[in-house]
């Protein structure tokens, strides 16, 4: 029944060691996002997909960057993880503009990210 | 998009009524009223969302102000499952492109036992 698969859930790193997090959709989606939520924070977009066009949030840093080879698969990758990089990431999708005034999103269960 | 304020946390008894508040007072006329809650260690799901009129469905009710200035969502029993953080999110219907959520702090909701 898993819609929004990420994995791993837990995934520890070491300091400027890069990391990869995965995301796959059984729901055939056009868009996937992914979002970084810190500690007591909000959920926050870095960047999505819409189909194979990357859309890249003003503020993302320049050190997370995003594979989407096929339309069931996304990748955030992490080029060189510092501390404040320590989060729980996100992975989401929606169908796109299509459905009209509702583009409901599904989220993953996430992953949380340690960075030593 | 325009921003919205929700109180920080709010608690209730478990089998009564929530009412959830937002202020959305720069609201445009194309923005439509989202809610999504995060239970404990887990992503935010869709709750319900409106545009001008009161909606209802399955898990809540979204009650629209007439000046659309304000939005309540309300859990009519609420559960010790209903625990989360709800957010009230703005989304402006575009013709093409991805509706992207822009989270505010949300309110993180407590029920007693």
């Known amino acids: 029944d898993a819609m929004v698969i990420q994995n791993p859930r837990y995934q520890v790193t070491q300091f400027g060691k890069p990391v990869t997090l995965s995301c796959s959709q059984t729901l055939n989606h056009n868009v996937m996002y992914w979002y970084q939520q810190k500690s007591s924070q909000a959920p926050k977009l870095l960047f999505h997909y819409y189909d194979k066009d990357f859309n890249n949030e003003a503020d993302t840093p320049d050190n997370f960057q995003s594979r989407r080879p096929n339309t069931s698969f996304c990748f955030l990758d992490i080029r060189s993880p510092g501390l404040g990089d320590a989060a729980m990431y996100l992975c989401?999708?929606?169908?796109?503009?299509?459905?009209?005034?509702?583009?409901?999103?599904?989220f993953g269960p996430g992953t949380r990210l340690t960075v030593l | 998009d325009a921003k919205t304020t929700q109180p920080n946390s709010m608690e209730s008894n478990e089998e009564e009524p929530v009412h959830l508040p937002c202020n959305h007072s720069?609201?445009?006329?194309?923005?439509?009223i989202h809610w999504y809650r995060q239970l404990p260690s887990q992503g935010p799901e869709y709750v319900i969302h409106?545009?001008?009129s009161n909606v209802n469905n399955r898990m809540a009710s979204l009650a629209i102000a007439e000046d659309r200035k304000s939005s309540t969502l309300i859990l009519h029993r609420a559960t010790l499952r209903d625990a989360a953080v709800y957010y009230c999110?703005?989304?402006?219907?575009?013709?093409?492109?991805?509706?992207?959520?822009?989270f505010g702090q949300g309110t993180r909701l407590t029920i007693n036992p």
């Open positions: 989401a999708t929606s169908k796109g503009p299509k459905a009209g005034g509702l583009d409901e999103q599904f």
């Open positions: 409106g545009l001008t």
């Open positions: 999110i703005l989304i402006r219907a575009r013709g093409q492109g991805a509706q992207k959520l822009v």
């Open positions: 720069t609201i445009s006329g194309t923005d439509y």
